[in-house]
């Protein structure tokens, strides 16, 4: 009993450590001030690695989950003769839930993940460490880039993720299904409000990114320079990632749409 009591206060001792150690972190970074010269170019560099490279991934999961959601929303609102709504569901789910939250948990997976791994890589050859006995801050110059292009990238993939979404969930209602094309549109167009719907999904894209990548460049930057120090850094990016947005997803739709 008394080992598992101290075992429990170590483990919260270590995260409220790493808590702290991740907050001076991200202030490191976000405080510094920046070199344009130097910086925008690693921050294009970075967004083509992040944002560019993982459209495929996006384009096909947004495709494949339309497709699904337009056969699943058919079946089921056939029943109540329902069935021209299916763009106004397909539209509004993609939008407020699935675009954000599937494309947050696809860039954990992709990006995330190798962002983790080439930052502790770096840290295991001693690049980091190199950087810094040149004088150059090494938050400033790889994590700075790395992070906010996550941050930046993700509002626009999950912007993909919808409309490709909505494409996809047409194809099989549309032209499969035979749902007359004006009924989809204009349920959709007449359902969904910039202000309430599309501007929540974005505020949702946002702060995915935000912790995302903050989680991505963190875990790489503090890993044990070893090889197994690097993987346990890459599982738990994918593990964190994935925790903090279902759990921030729901906290965030109960400020959006709840009745309080």
Request: charged share 10%; with cysteine; glycine share 12%.
């Amino acid at each position: 009993m008394m080992q598992w009591l101290a075992d429990l206060g170590r483990q919260g001792r270590e995260l409220i450590e790493s808590l702290g150690r991740s907050g001076q972190f991200l202030a490191g970074f976000l405080l510094g001030v920046p070199n344009a010269r130097v910086g925008f170019p690693l921050l294009v560099k970075q967004l083509y690695f992040v944002g560019v490279l993982s459209l495929a991934i996006i384009v096909v999961s947004g495709l494949f989950i339309g497709m699904v959601l337009g056969l699943q929303g058919y079946t089921i609102l056939s029943d109540y003769g329902s069935e021209s709504a299916i763009g106004q569901m397909i539209a509004l789910t993609l939008v407020r839930e699935l675009g954000p939250v599937v494309t947050a948990l696809l860039f954990a997976g992709r990006a995330g993940s190798a962002l983790t791994a080439e930052i502790g890589l770096m840290k295991a050859t001693e690049q980091l460490s190199s950087l810094e006995m040149m004088g150059v801050d090494p938050l400033r110059r790889v994590v700075a880039p790395r992070f906010w292009a996550g941050f930046l990238a993700m509002p626009v993939l999950a912007a993909i993720f919808s409309v490709v979404g909505i494409w996809g969930g047409m194809l099989v209602g549309v032209e499969w299904l035979g749902v007359f094309e004006g009924s989809f549109w204009g349920n959709m167009q007449s359902s969904v409000s910039f202000t309430s719907d599309v501007l929540n999904g974005v505020i949702k894209s946002v702060v995915f990114g935000f912790v995302c990548a903050w989680i991505a460049v963190y875990q790489g930057y503090d890993c044990v320079p070893t090889s197994a120090g690097i993987s346990s850094a890459t599982t738990k990016t994918v593990v964190f990632s994935s925790l903090a947005v279902l759990g921030l997803d729901f906290v965030l739709t109960a400020v959006m749409f709840g009745d309080f």
